[in-house]
C-alpha cells in the first residue's frame, strides 16, 4: 500500500476547488492510500464549505488554515509531517486524470533514481480570450522548452508542473522556500537535481488546468515569474536555466538596439530586421495554430509578446533591484502574488 498525500494550495476557489479535490477521490486505486491536504489561504467564499461538505463525504480529505496565505507556506503545511511515501503537489484550477495517481506511483517505483515525476498539463479555455492564451502557453514561442506545457516524449526534465516527490527528496533537501511566492516550485527541483535526484516527464500522467482569460492578469503573472526569478538566481549564486534569459536580452535588445542607427546604418538596419524576424515567427506560429482565423493569429501574436515583454521586464526590474540596488522583494510584489 503506497501512501499518497495531495496538497492543493487554494484561497477563493469555490468555482473549481470541489472538481479538483472530486477528480483525486475519483482517481483513487485499491494500492493507494490517499491523502488529500487543501491548505486555504483564509478563504472569505464558498471554498471552505465546499472542502468541508467534501471532507464529510471523504475522510481522506481534510481542510488546513494557511494564515500566511502563500503558497510555499501552503505546501509545506502540508507536507511537513512526512506521514506518506509520496508527496505531490496540484493547483486548484487543475482536474487529474483517473490514472494520475498510478503513473506517478509507477514511474518512481520503475525508477529509482527519479525523485520526482510529472506529466502534460492541457490548458481547459472557458472563453475565447482563455483559449487564446492557453495556445499561447503550449506553443513552444510562447514559453520555450516547457515541456510540461508543450508536450513531448518521456524522459528527463529540469522541472515539471505538478509534481510527484518521493518522501526520501523532502528528508534529503528540506521543503518550499516560503521566502518565494513564486517559482518556488522551480526553485526546489533546481535543489532536486542539484541534490542527485532525476525529474521525469512522462505524457501519460494527465492534468487539465482551467485558465483565465485575461491579458493583464497573464502580464502581471509573467511579470513576476520573471522578478522572482532573478530572486532565486541571487539565492543560489547561479543562473538556474539559460532559457530564462532569452526574454530579458530581447527586450533590451528592442529597448535599446535602435541606438544603432546613430553608430552605422548596417546596425540600424540589423535592428529592424530583428524585429520583422520575430514578429513574422510570432505570425507563422499563430497561423499554425489558428489557420487562416485573422482575429485569433492577432490575439496570438499579441500573447507571444505579453509573454515575452511581461517575464522580460520582470527580469530585469529584479536584476535592478536585487543585485543593483540588493534589495529583497518588494511587499507589493508580495501581495501581487496572493
Known sequence: MMRVRVVIPCRNEEAYIGKCVSSLVNAAQTDIQLSVVVADGMSDD????EVLRLSELHPEVKLMDNIKRTTPFALNLGLRDLAYDVGIILGAHAEVSSDFLIENVRVLR????????????????????SRVISNAMSSPFGVGNAYFRTGGKSGYVDTVAFGAYRREVFEQVGFFDEDLVRNQDDEFNYRVTKAGFKIYLEPKIESKYYVRGSFSKLYKQYFQYGYWKVFVNRKHATITTLRQLAPPLWMLFVSAGWLGFFLHPFLGYAYVGMILIYLTLAKFTAIRTAGWQIPMIFKLVACYMILHASYGWGYLKGMFHFYVLRRNPSEGSQRLTR
Open 46 to 49: 464558498g471554498t471552505r464549505r
Open 110 to 129: 520503475e525508477h529509482p533514481e527519479v525523485g520526482c515525476a510529472g506529466g502534460i498539463i492541457t490548458n481547459v479555455h472557458e472563453n475565447e480570450l
